[in-house]
């Protein structure tokens, strides 16, 4: 079975920092690509940051560039995002999610695979 689960959420203050964690299991991982989105309340789902596993290609919204780091354990079939200086804006529901052409973008239509989400809230 194809699993992805999403972890490492939170409360923070804002400045703050959190590690989230994607583990996957049941699908080719090093031919995938391993997507991060999230969803505030009343929004709707944005992709974040999103890692090509094979070549190893990192890519991130302007919302996250320069205060996010994405990088993935092959060994471990583990994506990691590392999310600095969080604003409040930060705050949602975190998910990770598996394109298995390993090409990877920020339109979800792409994923084959989702896992549930993690909470990151962050306090003003």
């Known amino acids: 079975d194809v699993q992805l689960q999403a972890s490492g959420g939170g409360l923070v203050q804002a400045g703050g920092s959190l590690r989230l964690s994607c583990a996957a299991s049941g699908f080719d991982f090093s031919d995938s690509a391993i997507g991060w989105f999230r969803q505030a309340p009343g929004k709707e789902r944005e992709g974040v940051s999103f890692i090509r596993i094979r070549q190893g290609t990192t890519f991130y919204a302007n919302s996250v560039e320069g205060r996010s780091t994405i990088s993935s354990d092959n060994a471990k079939e583990m994506v990691y995002l590392q999310m600095n200086s969080l604003k409040p804006e930060d705050t949602a529901i975190y998910y990770c999610?598996?394109?298995?052409?390993?090409?990877?973008?920020?339109?979800?239509?792409?994923?084959?695979?989702w896992g549930r989400g993690t909470l990151v809230t962050v306090s003003s």
């Open positions: 999610a598996a394109d298995r052409t390993g090409w990877g973008t920020f339109n979800i239509v792409w994923y084959n695979y």
